[in-house]
């Protein structure tokens, strides 16, 4: 059993900047690939972007040359760098596990609880 913990999410103005982090336990993490979610009000929960377990970097159209992930396999955290953030980037994130590197939305077995990120115009 994999436990995913989301930290770093708040209230930032349009243009502003956040990192979210995201603690797993177990000893694994490094062999997980890990996926980043987010999910506004009345919307279904969308792909954000990924990072393999090489730690090379896949993301969604619009959130490309703005977020950024990075993984500390060392400290089993990934992160999701947020600049030039938009009214529309206003959700809740959710980190997520794909132990078998999947890529897939049914890959990902783990997640977390979620943190919420609001962007004000």
């Known amino acids: 059993q994999v436990q995913l913990v989301e930290s770093g999410g708040g209230l930032v103005q349009a243009g502003g900047s956040l990192r979210l982090s995201c603690a797993a336990s177990?000893?694994?993490?490094?062999?997980?690939?890990m996926g980043w979610f987010r999910q506004a009000p009345g919307k279904e929960r969308e792909f954000v972007g990924g990072?393999?377990?090489?730690?090379?970097?896949y993301y969604k159209d619009p959130v490309k040359g703005r977020f950024t992930i990075s993984r500390d396999n060392a400290k089993s955290t990934v992160y999701l760098q947020m600049n030039s953030l938009q009214v529309e980037d206003t959700a809740v994130y959710y980190c997520?596990?794909?132990?078998?590197?999947?890529?897939?939305?049914?890959?990902?077995?783990?997640w977390g609880q979620g943190t919420q990120v609001t962007v004000s115009s």
């Open positions: 997520a596990a794909d132990p078998r590197g999947s890529e897939s939305y049914f890959g990902y077995d783990y």
């Open positions: 177990g000893r694994a993490f490094s062999t997980y690939g």
């Open positions: 990072i393999r377990r090489s730690g090379s970097t």
